[in-house]
């Protein structure tokens, strides 16, 4: 089955700091990415999401995430991060073609902490 | 409003003692499926459903059924629930076309 790392499982950051969380999947064929936020107590809302064509996409609330074919990654980055941020964050990819083609494999998620 | 809608949104039920948490969706989507949300482990996909009586297991079945008898409706039973199925459950739906997928707002179950 294909799997998903997100390398970080707990990040604090400062308001103002910039953020990167990782994001490496195990799927050499083509592939839809997202990346969803959990808000404390409530369910998953799509941040972004990366199907083909520029792998540098824009999301919601400055969000921005970068896909590295190569590397087969898809990191989320934000360059000045508010309290708002607080959330947890899962990386998701959709393996098109494999014998799970329809489902959505997440990653662990990363929990951020922002303070003030 | 397009959306998903779960039902209970909170449960604290006893072992062994059969339940039903409904999921609807009103967006006329084909797939529909089924997650639980564990700490330190993420989300797992428990059942999936390609349309109308096409069901299939995810990563995480055991325990757990579900029923596809209409396209907007996909209801997850727990015909014995055991503590270890205390979790957070979504209930997810998606175009047929269109790999993106509308969660629904969860649903806590408690077993004890």
């Known amino acids: 089955a294909q799997s998903v790392s997100q390398h970080n499982h707990h990040v604090i950051l400062s308001e103002a700091a910039s953020l990167e969380l990782g994001c490496n999947y195990s799927?050499?064929?083509?592939?839809?990415l997202f990346w969803y936020v959990q808000y404390p107590g409530q369910h998953l809302q799509l941040l972004l999401k990366?199907?083909?064509?520029?792998?540098l996409v824009k999301g919601i609330k400055g969000f921005e995430a970068e896909f590295i074919k190569s590397k087969f990654s898809f990191n989320l980055r934000k360059p000045s991060v508010q309290w708002s941020d607080t959330a947890e964050y899962f990386c998701?990819?959709?393996?098109?073609?494999?014998?799970?083609?329809?489902?959505?494999?997440f990653g662990k998620g990363t929990s951020l902490l922002v303070t003030p | 409003e397009a959306q998903v809608t779960q039902n209970p949104r909170y449960l604290i039920t006893v072992t062994g003692k059969k339940l039903t948490v409904t999921c609807s969706q009103n967006?006329?989507?084909?797939?529909m499926s089924w997650y639980r949300q564990d700490p330190g482990l993420g989300l797992r996909q428990i059942y999936y459903?390609?349309?109308?009586?096409?069901?299939d297991k995810g990563d995480v079945p055991e325990g757990y059924k579900v029923s596809r008898k209409e396209k907007r409706n996909f209801p997850l039973i727990l015909e014995s629930p055991s503590p270890n199925q205390t979790s957070l459950y979504f209930c997810?739906?998606?175009?047929?076309?269109?790999?993106?997928?509308?969660f629904g707002p969860g649903t806590r179950l408690t077993v004890t």
């Open positions: 997810a739906s998606r175009d047929g076309r269109v790999h993106e997928q509308y």
């Open positions: 799927y050499g064929g083509t592939v839809n």
């Open positions: 990366y199907f083909s064509g520029d792998p």
């Open positions: 998701a990819v959709n393996a098109l073609g494999s014998n799970s083609g329809y489902a959505l494999n």
């Open positions: 967006m006329n989507h084909e797939y």
């Open positions: 459903s390609m349309n109308v009586e096409v069901t």
